[in-house]
C-alpha cells in the first residue's frame, strides 16, 4: 500500500521499499498516464512509458500527437518508445469504429480502446455486451 512506498511500519506496511509486490517478472511496470491538459500531457511526454490520449481520430487529433512527439523528443527519449492509445467511444455509430480505427493507425497510435464510459449503460453487462462487436477483427 502507500506506507509501503513511503517506508511504514505496521500491520498494513508490506516491505519498504515501494513498488508493486509481488513484482512484475519482466522487470519495471510501464506506466501509462491520461491527460488532455498541455502541462500534463507534456510530463507524461517526458515520464511516461505512454499516454491515454482523448484526441478525435481527425487533423486536431493528429496535431495533437505530433506536439507530443515533439514533447517527447525535447525531453530526449525516443517517440518510438512511448505509446499513445487512441479511444473509440462505444456511443459513437459501431459503422465507423472500422474508419476511426484505420485513422488512429495512420496516426501511429499504439494501441487502442474502446471507451464505454457516458454511453448511457445502466448495469455491467451492458458495458460487456457493447464490447462484443468491438472483438471482431478490425482492418490493418
Do not use: C, K
Not at 516491505?15 to 508493486?20: E, F, L, P, S
Not at 502541462?39 to 500527437?65: C, H
Amino acid at each position: 500500500g502507500a506506507g509501503a512506498a513511503a517506508g511504514a511500519t505496521g500491520p498494513r506496511a508490506r516491505g519498504g521499499r515501494g513498488g508493486r509486490h509481488p513484482r512484475a517478472a519482466q522487470g519495471p511496470v510501464p506506466l501509462g498516464v491520461g491527460a488532455d491538459g498541455g502541462g500534463a500531457v507534456r510530463r507524461i511526454a517526458g515520464l511516461g512509458d505512454g499516454w491515454f490520449s482523448n484526441v478525435m481520430p481527425d487533423d486536431e487529433g493528429r496535431a495533437q500527437v505530433d506536439r507530443f512527439r515533439e514533447w517527447v523528443r525535447e525531453a530526449g527519449r525516443d517517440p518510438a518508445q512511448v505509446g499513445i492509445e487512441g479511444r473509440i467511444r462505444s456511443r459513437w455509430d459501431a459503422d465507423t469504429w472500422p474508419r476511426a480505427a484505420e485513422a488512429f493507425a495512420a496516426m501511429g497510435m499504439t494501441d487502442l480502446e474502446l471507451d464505454t464510459m457516458r454511453a448511457g449503460y445502466r448495469a455491467l453487462e451492458d458495458h460487456r455486451d457493447a464490447l462484443r462487436p468491438f472483438h471482431e477483427p478490425l482492418p490493418g
